[in-house]
């Protein structure tokens, strides 16, 4: 089983449209979570962390099942500008220091 | 916004050279980091350092990697004896703290293409 899982894409979805991504981990010693965006041959960027209560930033909601070992990510109203590679992302603590354990992507095309 | 930066943002070397990829973390963090992503694979842990020494690495950073901090500023990665294989983004990153809750800051990325 792959360590942290996620569809596999592309997306594609029209402007304003609400878009749901899923995310699936391995290893129940997982600590902490995070979504970043990553633009085509460009650096990953921190979009949000996840937390245990859920979470959200403006059209960014973000929701956490450790029990599911499972981590979403909504996008409401989704603008040209959210087309990006979407990577789940997940750290965990071995020999005590936090080592990140990244999805492959999913790829998300917003359209006019 | 303080940024993580790297140099060159491109590196062409021929097979069995060495390179060493540049990087300049932000100025109060203390945790840093190597990543490399091959072309439409995902990003892999390769290493961590923090007080001047190694505080994890992956399988994939065997004895042909080397990292350093040679300075008070820059964080280095050597790589030895390059094969075809190593080609890929390199992506360095720092944290201020090592708790895992404390995301990551990553640079833009160096493209090593070997020959």
């Known amino acids: 089983r792959k360590e942290v899982e996620q569809d596999p894409g592309p997306f594609n979805v029209p402007e304003g449209a609400t878009v749901a991504f899923n995310c699936t981990y391995s290893?129940?010693?997982?600590?902490?979570f995070f979504w970043y965006r990553q633009d085509c041959r460009k650096e990953p960027k921190l979009l949000m962390s996840v937390y245990s209560s859920g979470n959200e930033d403006g059209r960014f909601t973000a929701q956490l099942n450790r029990a599911s070992q499972y981590i979403s990510l909504l996008i409401r109203d989704s603008k040209l500008s959210d087309s990006a590679t979407y990577l789940c992302v997940v750290n965990a603590r071995r020999s005590g220091y936090s080592t990140l354990t990244f999805g492959k992507g999913t790829m998300l095309l917003v359209s006019p | 916004e303080p940024e993580v930066t790297q140099t060159p943002s491109h590196q062409v070397t021929q097979m069995g050279q060495e390179v060493i990829l540049r990087c300049v973390p932000i100025s109060n963090h203390l945790y840093f980091y190597w990543y490399r992503q091959i072309l439409g694979q995902k990003v892999e842990f390769l290493v961590s350092f923090y007080n001047n020494e190694i505080s994890e690495k992956s399988e994939i950073f065997d004895d042909q990697f080397s990292v350093e901090r040679p300075d008070g500023s820059n964080f280095t990665l050597k790589i030895r004896s390059t094969k075809l294989e190593d080609s890929a983004m390199y992506f360095c990153a720092s944290s201020g703290q090592g708790q895992s809750n404390q995301p990551q800051h990553f640079g833009d990325g160096t493209r090593l293409s070997i020959l």
């Open positions: 290893n129940s010693a997982s600590q902490s």
